[in-house]
């Protein structure tokens, strides 16, 4: 989990046990917390990296293409605060935050376009 995403799981973290975290992301944050409490590479407070697991769908992950079948270790993150943040599941088992693959291309050309643009 990047640094960013770190800060953002431990800021969110503290502002549900305030009470002060919108009800969506509570409920986002419960339903994975669910998901990583019956997945193989979940144990104890962390999806341990000295495991491994088949990946369950096509999707980028820190901008390298994983495809289901793949065997891959878990990321080794504090699974308190990884649902609370930004980051996403390295066996794609949570949806709505990924890009797939098929989306890939065309999240690049917007990228390169903006550059362009930008850079004009
Ligand atoms: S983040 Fe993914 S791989 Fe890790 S414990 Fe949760 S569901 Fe399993």
Not at 40 to 59: A, I, M, P, Q, Y
Not at 78 to 97: A, F, I, M, Q, T
Request: glycine share 8%.
């Amino acid at each position: 989990m990047e640094l960013k995403n770190i800060t953002t799981g431990w800021f969110n973290k503290a502002r549900k046990e305030l009470g002060l975290l919108p009800k969506d992301q509570q409920e986002s944050a419960v339903s994975i917390m669910e998901i990583c409490g019956s997945c193989e590479l979940g144990k104890g407070f962390t999806c341990d990296k000295h495991l491994k697991s088949v990946v369950v769908r096509n999707f980028y992950y820190n901008n390298q293409p994983r495809k289901v079948g793949d065997e891959v270790n878990g990321c080794g993150c504090p699974l308190e605060v990884k649902p609370l943040s930004d980051s996403y599941c390295p066996l794609g088992y949570w949806g709505d935050r990924m890009i797939l693959v098929d989306d890939w291309k065309e999240v690049m050309e917007q990228s390169q376009n903006n550059e362009h643009e930008a850079n004009k």
